[in-house]
C-alpha cells in the first residue's frame, strides 16, 4: 500500500518539473528583452506610479542591457507559443493515450520537453521567431504530459482515492510554478551566475534529472506489477471507437469553456503578471520573481483541499451533485468577476493591495477548477479523452490571453488604464463562464457523456 502511493506520488510529479521548466520564460523574459515599440523618445518619462526611468543610453525598463530588442506582439505571441502545440495537441493525446502505453509516451515528452528548455538561450541568439518554434515544440511534448499522467495517476490509485489523487497532479503544478518565479528572478539577478540564461539551464537539467530517474522508477518489476495489477476503474470500457462520440455532446463544450474561463484567469497571472509588476509597480527582477511565487502557495494548497471538502459534501448527500457544482463554480467565479473589474479600480499604486487581489483571484479560479476535475473524474464516460479535449480548449486560453492582451496594452504598456480595460476583460470572461457551466448543468441530455445523476 505504502509503495503504490509511493508511486503515485513519483507519478504526479511529472508534472511539477513540467511546469518548472514551462513558466521559466515569464520572469525571464523581463531579462531577456526590451520592448522596442513601447520605448519613449524623451531621456526620461514618469511611470504611474511616479517612478523616473532613464532610458537616455541603456534603454533600461527593468534590468539593464537586456540583450535582444523585440516588439510587444512578438514578445507575446513568445508567451503564447507554448500553447499553441499544448492546446492543439491535447485531443491527440487523449486519443493516443488510449492506444499506446502512456508510460512510453509520458517518459519520452519528459525528456523531449528539458531538452527544449535547455536549448531556449540558443534559439533566442537565432531571433523571436526561433524562440517560438523551441517553445512550440515544449508545449507539443507537454500535451502528452498531463493525460498520461492523469491516466497513470489513475490506474495506480483505488477509486476512492482518485478525485484526491488527480487533485495531487494539480497540486504539483502548483508546487512547480512556486518554486519557479523565486529560482528564475534569482538567477536572471545574478550576472556572476549566468543571468537569464541559467534559468533555463538549471530549470531544464532538474527537469531532465527527474525524467531519467522516472525512467528508471517506471520500469521497475514493483512498478509494471501494480500497474498491471490495479483495475484501472475507468469510464472508459465501451469500445474505444465509440469514444469519438464525445465530440458531438454539446455539453462537453459547454464544460469545457467553462475550464477556458478558468484558465484564461490563471494564465494571465502566469504569463502577465511579471510584467505588470515590472512596468506599473517597477519591482525588481528578484523581487518580482518572489511576488510572483505568492499566488503559486495557493495553487499548491487549493486543489487538494478544496477537492476533499467537495468529495466530502458529494459523500454526504446533502445536496445532489449537480447543484453542489453550481453554487461552487458560481460564487467563486462571481468573486473573480468582483475582484478583476471592482477591486482593481483601487490598486493604484498599492502593491501589497494588488498582491492580495490577484493571489485571492487564484484561489478562487482554482477552487472553482475543482469542479471541472470533479466532473471529469466522477461522471465523464470517457476520462483520457475528455480531459484532452478539455485540455485543447481550456489551453487555448494561453495564446488567447496573449492576444487580448496585446490588444489592450500596445498603445502605451506603462499606462494603469490599460491594464484596467485588460482587467475587466478577465472579469467578464469570469462571468460568461458561470453562465456557460450552468446551462450544462440544468440542460441536461439523457445520452450525455457527461451524465450527472442527482
Known sequence: MKTRRLFVILTAANTLFMYLTRNSLYIAIISMVEIKDQLQKEDTFNTECGATVNISTENDVTISNPPFNWSLFEVDMILGSYFYAYAGLQIPAGLISVFVSPLLLLNICNIVHALCAIMIPFASSYGPISVFLTRFLMGAAGSFIFPTTSALVRKLSLKNEVTVSVSLVVACFGIGSLVTPVITGYLCSRADLGGWESSFYVCGSIQLVYAIFYIAISNSSQFQEIVHRMDPHQHDASPKTQSLKLFLDWKVYAYSYSGLAIMCINNFILLKLPQYYSSILKFPIFQNGLINS????????????????????????????????????????????FLQTVLTNFIDCNGFFAIMIFCLSFFCSLTANTVIFTIIVNHSKFVVLSVGLAGSIGNSSGYIVAIYSNYFLKSDIYQMENWQNLFYMNGLIAGSGVITLNLMLWLGEAQSYLLIDD
Not at 307 to 336: Q, W
Open 294 to 337: 505568492l499566488p503559486m502557495i495557493v495553487f499548491t494548497v487549493t486543489p487538494l483541499l478544496s477537492s476533499l471538502v467537495v468529495s466530502e459534501i458529494a459523500n454526504t448527500k446533502i445536496i445532489s451533485p449537480r447543484l453542489l457544482y453550481s453554487i461552487v463554480y458560481s460564487l467563486f467565479m462571481l468573486m473573480v468577476f
